[in-house]
């Protein structure tokens, strides 16, 4: 059974910087997809970013702010934010999939419980 574990979460004001962390337990992140979503209120959960084998893929609204990466040392994966803006307000949800690719051709088989981030304008 995989767990999924987010931390680093909080609240920052527009233009600063956070960066997420998913602690992995049962598999190794350097054999998984991996990857973050998010939900605002009242909206549905949209991907943010992936990391696989394959490499990195990033939803167009946070591309070129946020970069997602990996420890397998510490069977890891983060999500660097920075460039805040106020619609980056979520609950920012660890993901994985028990495939090497990030496609979505495989189900999304693991999810964490989540974590707040609130951007103040």
């Known amino acids: 059974q995989v767990q999924l574990v987010e931390s680093g979460g909080g609240l920052v004001q527009a233009g600063g910087s956070l960066r997420l962390s998913c602690a992995a337990s049962?598999?190794?992140?350097?054999?998984?997809?991996m990857g973050w979503f998010r939900q605002a209120p009242g909206k549905e959960r949209e991907f943010v970013a992936a990391?696989?084998?394959?490499?990195?893929n990033y939803a167009d609204s946070v591309k070129d702010r946020f970069a997602i990466s990996r420890d397998n040392a510490k069977n890891t994966v983060y999500l660097q934010m920075s460039s805040l803006k106020p619609e980056d307000t979520a609950i920012y949800y660890c993901?994985?999939?028990?495939?090497?690719?990030?496609?979505?051709?495989?189900?999304?088989?693991?999810w964490g419980q989540g974590i707040q981030v609130t951007v103040s304008s």
């Open positions: 993901a994985a999939k028990t495939s090497l690719y990030w496609s979505s051709r495989y189900p999304t088989n693991y």
């Open positions: 049962g598999r190794s992140v350097s054999s998984t997809a």
């Open positions: 990391i696989s084998v394959g490499g990195t």
